[in-house]
């Protein structure tokens, strides 16, 4: 069983999710401890776990941008989003959370962000719950 949401994303931009995700794992665990598996279904979205602090939130985007060669990308012949690909594989499409006793156990200023990095879209975000 897989709890799936959508987010509404900007061009490029961090979203807390953390909401969502925590109203999903509520769900699935019904007061069980365990894992919960975040995915999201997009090649150039990505998924951390970061303060949702909205200064920082963009200066992640700008940062990401910035380590990613300027080169000739090939896929850009096809859609022009070749950087926001390789984004995407390089900060990763999954997070795996704590879960303790039905609730999500993260850090004080932990929050989970997905990472838009071709946008605007309506992307899907997935959470499966594993018990220990
Ligand atoms: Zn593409």
Redesign the pocket.
């Known amino acids: 069983m897989m709890e799936i949401f959508t987010v509404s994303t900007g061009r490029r931009e961090a979203k807390d999710i953390t909401p969502s995700i925590k109203e999903a794992v509520k769900k699935l665990a019904g007061g069980r401890s365990g894992v919960a598996f975040v995915f999201t279904f997009h090649?150039?979205t990505a998924l951390v776990v970061n303060e949702a602090e909205s200064g920082l939130m963009d200066d992640l985007i700008d940062a990401y941008f910035s380590i990613i060669p300027k080169l000739n990308y090939k896929?850009n012949r096809?859609?022009?989003?070749?950087e926001?690909?390789i984004m995407s594989s390089a900060v990763g499409n999954s997070v795996a959370l704590p879960v303790e006793e039905g609730e999500l156990k993260l850090g004080t200023w932990q929050s989970i962000l997905l990472l838009e990095f071709?946008g605007p879209r309506t992307r899907k975000v997935g959470v499966k719950f594993i018990a220990e």
Do not use: K, Q
Request: proline share 0%; glycine share 0%.
């Open positions: 090649t150039t896929h096809i859609d022009n989003n070749a926001a690909h071709d």
